[in-house]
């Protein structure tokens, strides 16, 4: 059974910065990947990041040159640094773990945490 609790999110105005933390507990420590999703209002849930055990990452277009995701030593927490905040990436942000290779799909993520809250006004 792995545990993710997130942290960090909260209100910014545009061209603000964030870093969400996501600490894990339990069989965490023998994750593959781990990855931030996040899902908007009246929107489907979507891939921000991943990032597997060798420590090699993934990003969605949209975010690409503003988020790094990335990992302690231990692999016991996963953050994302945000960086040049846009309206739209308002969004209730996830992490969440797997143990297979990594993957852009929600679709075999089993562990999710309960998410925060990110918002940014313009």
């Known amino acids: 059974q792995v545990q993710l609790v997130e942290s960090g999110g909260g209100s910014v105005q545009a061209g603000g910065s964030l870093r969400l933390s996501c600490a894990a507990s339990?069989?965490?420590?023998?994750?593959?990947?781990m990855g931030w999703f996040r899902q908007a209002l009246g929107k489907e849930r979507e891939h921000v990041a991943t990032?597997?055990?060798?420590?090699?990452?993934t990003y969605a277009d949209s975010v690409k040159g503003r988020f790094t995701i990335s990992q302690d030593n231990a692999k016991i927490t996963l953050y994302l640094q945000m960086n040049s905040l846009k309206p739209e990436d308002t969004a209730m942000y996830y992490c969440?773990?797997?143990?297979?290779?990594?993957?852009?799909?929600?679709?075999?993520?089993?562990?999710w945490g309960q998410g925060t809250q990110v918002t940014v006004s313009s």
């Open positions: 990032i597997d055990k060798y420590g090699r990452t």
């Open positions: 339990g069989s965490s420590y023998y994750a593959n990947c």
């Open positions: 969440a773990a797997r143990y297979d290779y990594c993957s852009s799909s929600e679709y075999g993520y089993k562990y």
